[in-house]
């Protein structure tokens, strides 16, 4: 098969996984509004649509479209066809089994928020869609399209980091299974091969866990500046185990390893890991802020995570 081409940009690359398709980082970015014309299938079956990813060198396929409508209109992307991932039932489920929960990637915010299973079982979820944009987006923004898009400060991964989740990708060829974190390959970049989709998400049971998601934007719709997520098992006022999850910190969410190991042992109400924190974040430059005022603010917002843990654990 010749090499696959990227969503409107001819490609000779000779790399055996090639980068998605829909990467924001490829194509023309430009001032265009009317997005370049392309073909629409929505198809009703998983299997249909692999059939039909794989048979097409540059396809995009389109969940909630909060982002991907903006990048077709801008031509950041321009595939030739659009696969609407709208009618499979099998990606809208959530799925509880004995230890583990298993979210369709087609859930939206809105259903993570609401969803029991999740609120009692994964509640940093919950949590977190909280801090995500308005009711218009959460109604329509889908748990799976927030991963894939891999804005490096997209809420939602931070606390399937901390979960410890695992992603589900799957294509015409088999599928694989990756830990979250392992997901993300830059800024707008992950490794999802062209024609393959992540399909679920799956994280351990949190159901005795203490959870908190503290973020900071400058205005309440605004990219997150710094966003921590905090899973914690709790013996004794002691934290036992801990995950941690970022967001706006680096290129890409981050798993905070070093972090959660500084906070392990430490008494709940005086837990401390600044110094293991400052040493494992890189955050962008960004109009939203230099390196160094987020540095300030990623130190504040662990901060108030753990106080929001405390908290959460004493209620
Ligand atoms: C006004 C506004 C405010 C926002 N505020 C926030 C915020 O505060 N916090 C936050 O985290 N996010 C925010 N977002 C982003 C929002 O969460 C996005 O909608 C979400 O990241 C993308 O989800 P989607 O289902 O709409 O995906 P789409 O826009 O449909 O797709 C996004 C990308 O992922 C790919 N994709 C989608 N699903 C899959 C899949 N299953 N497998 C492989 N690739 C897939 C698409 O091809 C596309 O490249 C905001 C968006 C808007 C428009």
């Not at 490829?26 to 249909?48: C, D, K, M, N």
């Not at 540059?58 to 030739?80: M, N």
């Not at 009711?135 to 991963?147: I, Y």
């Amino acid at each position: 098969m010749p090499p696959r081409r990227r969503c409107g940009a001819t490609s000779t690359a000779s790399s055996r996984r090639l980068p998605n398709p829909c990467d924001r980082s490829t194509g023309v970015e430009g001032a265009a509004v009317i997005p370049a014309p392309f073909r629409y299938v929505r198809p009703s079956t998983l299997a249909q649509a692999l059939e039909l990813l794989n048979a097409e060198a540059a396809a995009c396929v389109l969940a909630g479209g909060q982002s991907l409508l903006t990048q077709l209109k801008s031509r950041a992307v321009t595939p030739d066809l659009v696969v609407d991932l709208g009618a499979l039932d099998e990606l809208r489920e959530i799925r509880s089994r004995p230890g583990t929960v298993t979210i369709g990637a087609m859930v939206t915010f809105a259903r993570l928020a609401k969803n029991p299973v999740v609120r009692e079982s994964v509640p940093v979820l919950a949590q977190t869609v909280a801090h995500v944009a308005d009711v218009q987006v959460r109604n329509r923004g889908t748990l799976g399209g927030s991963l894939s898009y891999a804005d490096p400060s997209g809420d939602l991964a931070g606390a399937v980091i901390a979960a410890g989740g695992t992603v589900r990708l799957v294509s015409a060829d088999g599928e694989r299974e990756l830990p979250a974190e392992q997901l993300y390959a830059g800024p707008f970049r992950t490794v999802l091969a062209p024609g393959e989709l992540l399909v679920d998400v799956t994280m351990p049971r949190h159901d005795t866990a203490h959870t908190a998601y503290y973020a900071v934007a400058r205005r309440p719709a605004d990219p997150t500046l710094a966003g921590v997520a905090l899973v914690a098992t709790v013996d004794a006022d002691r934290i036992t185990d801990i995950g941690v999850g970022l967001v706006g910190l680096g290129d890409r969410p981050l798993a905070a390893a070093a972090t959660a190991r500084a906070l392990r042992g430490q008494p709940l109400g005086g837990a401390e890991a600044g110094t293991a924190l400052a040493d494992e974040i890189a955050p962008l430059p960004s109009t939203a802020g230099q390196a160094e005022y987020r540095r300030a603010v990623a130190l504040t917002a662990l901060e108030r995570a753990l106080r929001q843990l405390t908290q959460e654990a004493a209620s």
